[in-house]
């Protein structure tokens, strides 16, 4: 299968510990984005990468959040000093030319 | 800005029954309208879509959705309902002529399919 895919799917972290998720796309797919989704909500939009430039950033996005996609191809999230606020699953998806975008499994993080 | 409602939290069907899952949207331009599928413990998957055309638009499991314009509505329809349909569905829009490739959800519609 090469679908979007997540590592880690799950992490459980204590407050003020700094996190990272690492998110690879399909393969031939350009864009890629990275949304939060809280218990009975939708997914909300964090940020996107069209090749290796960082072109969106939603008013969510802290600074205690970064994210990056050096080459082009996978990307990284981190959180920095993590606040039980921040848990939630994080979904990463990709898109070509194509509008829509698709999903991985997500990385549920728990913040104790 | 752009918005999605879902105006039914859940929805209640009988197997073999038609199925209707509501969702109306905003935006400032000509809107791209998405619907999405969960299951429990996994990512988002991609049923249908609306961009341009035919307001009638034909997806993934048998699904379609109605655009309509005057109505800014974009409703989930299947005609007869399986058991295995039952999941948690989303709807999404993004504005076309915001230069923006953001999705913005609604709050997610769960579907039950009574045997």
């Known amino acids: 299968d090469t679908g979007v895919s997540q590592d880690p799917r799950h992490k459980i972290t204590k407050r003020g510990q700094n996190v990272t998720f690492r998110c690879d796309p399909i393969s031939e797919h350009n864009r890629l984005y990275w949304y939060r989704q809280t218990l009975g909500q939708g997914p909300e939009f964090l940020t996107y990468f069209q090749n290796e430039a960082q072109l969106e950033k939603s008013r969510l996005l802290s600074d205690r959040f970064s994210a990056e996609r050096p080459k082009g191809s996978f990307s990284t999230l981190e959180i920095q000093r993590t606040e039980q606020g921040d848990s939630a699953m994080y979904l990463c998806?990709?898109?070509?030319?194509?509008?829509?975008?698709?999903f991985g499994p997500g990385t549920r993080l728990t913040v104790l | 800005a752009q918005s999605v409602a879902q105006p039914e939290d859940q929805v209640n069907v009988a197997e073999g029954n038609p199925l209707t899952v509501k969702c109306t949207y905003s935006?400032?331009?000509?809107?791209?309208l998405f619907w999405y599928v969960q299951y429990p413990n996994r990512g988002l998957q991609f049923l249908l879509k609306?961009?341009?055309?035919?307001?009638l638009v034909k997806g993934s499991y048998g699904f379609e959705a109605e655009f309509n314009k005057s109505q800014t509505s974009f409703h989930l329809k299947k005609p007869s309902a399986l058991v295995s349909d039952s999941a948690l569905y989303f709807c999404?829009?993004?504005?076309?002529?915001?230069?923006?490739?953001?999705?913005?959800f609604g709050k997610g519609t769960k579907l039950s399919v009574i045997p």
């Open positions: 609306y961009i341009t055309g035919d307001n």
């Open positions: 998806a990709s898109s070509a030319k194509s509008h829509e975008q698709f």
């Open positions: 935006v400032s331009g000509n809107p791209y």
């Open positions: 999404a829009v993004r504005d076309s002529g915001a230069g923006s490739y953001q999705l913005t």
